[in-house]
């Protein structure tokens, strides 16, 4: 599923059905339509990014050489290392201000969490399939967009839909363990 998907269910959440037939079938937008594309685009990016920080990070897997690995050399921004592996087994680290130091020796697995860079319509939406349903996202940028745009009834009617669909995939996929019958 591509980001410009996403963004086209939105505009019939908000009532954009014009804006978004003339979108998918590739036609050319007025001023007016480019510009909602684009506010849509930007309220994707923000919830895209607070879902990430927040409620389920996007984790990354890259093998590294031992000694000082800065995080430059990262294929993203780390924002958390979740853990260093060799051969399966964890490795003690130090994270440093610029870079993570884990013993000299070669294919060092570091799995990390990462802020996702600016997505454009052509990206693909990197929580397909998973937790956070695609109606979840939906919902986070119809109120975004709807801020913007000084719908302030609509965005709180949506925020509240945003978080109750979040809190609604989290309480699902949680473990419960069964309560005990004591006699």
């Not at 993570?100 to 399939?129: L, V």
């Not at 945003?162 to 989290?170: E, G, L, M, P, V």
């Not at 473990?175 to 005990?180: A, E, L, Q, V």
């Amino acid at each position: 599923m591509k980001v410009k998907e996403v963004i086209l269910n939105v505009m019939r959440l908000v009532s954009n059905d014009k804006t978004a037939d003339d979108y998918a079938d590739g036609r050319t937008l007025d001023d007016e339509e480019k510009k909602s594309v684009n506010q849509l685009l930007r309220a994707y990016n923000l919830v895209l990014k607070e879902i990430a920080t927040d409620y389920l990070p996007l984790e990354m897997k890259e093998t590294f050489s031992g000694g000082n690995v800065e995080f430059s050399s990262f294929s993203k921004n780390p924002l958390k290392i979740i853990s260093v592996l060799k051969n399966g087994e964890n490795v003690e680290y130090e994270i440093r201000p610029a870079s993570i130091k884990i013993p000299n020796g070669e294919n060092f697995e570091i799995t990390y969490s990462y802020m996702p860079d600016e997505q454009t319509p052509a990206d693909d939406f990197p929580y397909y399939g998973k937790i956070v349903e695609e109606r979840a996202f939906c919902y986070g940028i119809a109120s975004e967009f709807c801020l913007i745009n000084g719908r302030y009834d609509e965005a709180s009617n949506w925020d509240s839909k945003y978080r109750r669909a979040i809190d609604t995939a989290f309480k699902h996929s949680a473990k419960k363990i069964k309560g005990r019958l004591w006699l």
